[in-house]
């Protein structure tokens, strides 16, 4: 008796449950595919979809606080190489493809900036902080290619990789205060805790950008969103495949950076070729307007 | 046992209840600034008001990644919905729910987790280069307009190379 009636209560909340879904689509749309992905993941792993803290729940503010840490680490490790005419240059490029993106807005934007490093990399902290070395610029040929790099670390901005690369245990126990459910005074014990969470959430990332690398799944997200970002705005995603063949070329030589932090050339290859099935890619061409320009603004790199 | 589970997918059901509910209302910014278009489109609209943090829209509708809002000024536009959330910014803890003053991001997140209190007491302990990171964020030509950008791609010729299907 008790059996059947906890079985009807349990018929009558999945339908409640499933009916609230479908209303909500129309008003949430875009975050579904991320619940869906979220619920099959649990499934999988066979952990309870209850998780108190994800990541993905922090605010874009402290998200930003988190990605400025992140990028004064970077920054305290690797010199800026500060050219006026080529920074701007490449702003305007970096935050066009970004807008282009499912995540145009992060709190302050994108902003990118070069680093005086021959090493051939490129690194983009949550929230939008953006870098890439002359080492990385000369691996390009065109602006279709420098605007492949590019949207490859917007796509990382976009799906919150660098805040997944949290341990979350670091973050469990202050839960609550980054939720905003509770605040801790200044100064406080609690506030200790949330120093100590904010301390380990920038190791946990910096390590992971400069010394460690993400999975080989994450980088292929990263590869498919990228060339999304490029056919939508109109770059053609030749200059990704031609940039990748460089750097395979490169690395031959070189085996800093990029040749430690992400999949081999060729794997990447595959994976845009893939998501360019049935279409018919021209050539670059060399001269073109974009291509005069990208040479005038990044000449001397 | 098999009563302990119903009750847990009830608290669910409840808890996934408030959140349509609250989501099919009031949508604030959570950005600094954000931007409503004519259309739900970055290419083929324009800009037809700014939005600061803390301020709520009303969703029309959806589509794509993009919202159908009105404004407080009755304006109505689309914005991303990465520009917003269903989280109302509140001033205390334990207070009363006041919206936060549009642009007032500090107070809202004041106490509440990574925030310039934190940043604060980290930079003491650590050896880093922020100088460069305000730097970033601070230059004017870092701030591009939506004007700019589409001349960028218009004189630059970035037209779409191919179309689907075209073998
Ligand atoms: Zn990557």
Redesign the pocket.
């Known amino acids: 008796m008790k059996n059947i009636k906890s079985k009807q209560i349990l018929k009558f909340c999945l339908l409640g449950i499933i009916a609230l879904m479908l209303l909500s689509i129309n008003v949430k749309s875009m975050d579904w595919g991320n619940v869906l992905n979220q619920v099959s993941k649990a499934v999988k792993t066979g952990t309870k979809i209850k998780k108190a803290m994800d990541v993905a729940n922090l605010t874009p503010l402290q998200e930003h606080y988190i990605g400025r840490a992140v990028a004064a680490n970077i920054l305290a490790k690797y010199k800026p190489y500060y050219n006026q005419k080529a920074d701007r240059y490449l702003n305007i490029l970096g935050q066009t493809l970004a807008q282009a993106s499912d995540r145009p807005n992060t709190y302050m934007g994108y902003r990118f900036l070069i680093l005086d490093s021959d090493e051939i990399n ?1 690194f ?1 902290t949550p929230g939008g902080f953006i870098f890439i070395t002359k080492g990385m610029i000369r691996c390009c040929n065109s602006e279709d290619s420098l605007a492949a790099v590019l949207a ?2 917007i ?2 901005v976009q799906w919150k ?1 660098g805040l997944r690369s949290i341990r979350t245990k670091r973050l469990v126990s202050v839960g609550a205060v980054l939720l905003g459910e509770v605040a801790v005074k200044s100064g406080s014990g609690d506030f200790k805790n949330v120093l100590k969470a904010f301390n380990g959430s920038v190791n946990d990332i910096s390590n992971k950008l400069i010394n460690s690398k ?1 999975s080989r799944a ?2 292929v997200v ?2 498919q969103t990228a060339v999304t970002i490029l056919t939508r705005v109109g770059y053609n995603p030749q200059g990704f495949i031609d940039l990748l063949k460089t750097m395979q070329e490169k690395f031959r030589h070189d085996r800093h950076g ?1 040749y430690k ?2 999949p081999a050339p060729k794997s990447r290859i595959r994976v845009v070729k893939q998501c360019l099935r049935g279409y018919t890619i021209k050539e670059i061409n060399n001269n073109n307007a974009r291509n005069q320009r990208f040479k005038a603004n990044l000449a001397g790199i | 046992m098999h009563l302990n589970k119903s009750l847990k997918i009830l608290i669910v059901f409840v808890f996934t209840m408030g959140i349509v509910y609250a989501g099919s209302k009031f949508l604030s910014v959570q950005v600094q600034s954000a931007r409503v278009r004519s259309a739900p489109n970055f290419f083929m609209s324009k800009v037809v008001d700014k939005l600061k943090f803390g301020e709520k829209v009303t969703v029309l509708r959806s589509k794509d990644g993009w919202y159908k809002v009105k404004l407080p000024n009755n304006k109505t536009g689309w914005m991303s919905t990465s520009a917003l959330t269903a989280k109302t910014f509140k001033l205390k803890a334990g207070g009363r729910d006041a919206q936060v003053q549009a642009g007032n991001e500090e107070l809202a997140l004041a106490g509440r987790g990574f925030s310039g209190d934190v940043e604060k007491s980290f930079r003491q302990n650590n050896q880093l280069n922020y100088k460069w990171v305000d730097w970033m964020q601070a230059n004017p030509d870092y701030k591009i307009s939506i004007e700019e950008m589409k001349k960028f791609l218009i004189d630059g010729e970035v037209i779409v190379p191919f179309e689907k299907g075209d073998k």
Request: charge should be negative.
């Open positions: 490129s983009a490859h670390e796509a990382h990789h993400y994450t980088e990263a590869d990029f932090t992400h």
